[in-house]
């Protein structure tokens, strides 16, 4: 089955990138899932990873948080 575009979202670059029409998944395969962040390049939101009882999931990174990993310098420059 063919996935069609179905709007367009503008990035935090400025750059501008079909929606298709149904979701996808995106699987990440690592031995060290703590060193791995998500970052949305549409909102600008970063996620990094955490256990539950079931299983990975992703949870947003807050700017105070951001701070303390140094990582506004590195991502925004």
């Keep these: 089955m063919e996935r ?3 709007c367009v979202r503008k ?3 400025g750059e501008q ?3 298709l029409d149904t979701a996808v998944t995106l699987t990440i395969k690592t031995k060290c899932p703590a ?9 600008g939101e970063i996620y990094s990873p955490y256990n539950t009882t079931e299983k990975l999931q992703w ?3 807050d ?8 990582l506004k310098k590195t991502l925004f420059k």
């Design 11 to 13: 990035l935090t670059t």
């Design 59 to 61: 949870k947003k990174v």
């Design 63 to 70: 700017q105070d948080q951001l701070s303390l990993l140094n």
């Design 4 to 6: 069609g575009p179905v």
């Design 35 to 43: 060193k791995w962040l998500l970052f949305d390049m549409e909102t």
């Design 17 to 19: 990138v079909s929606e």
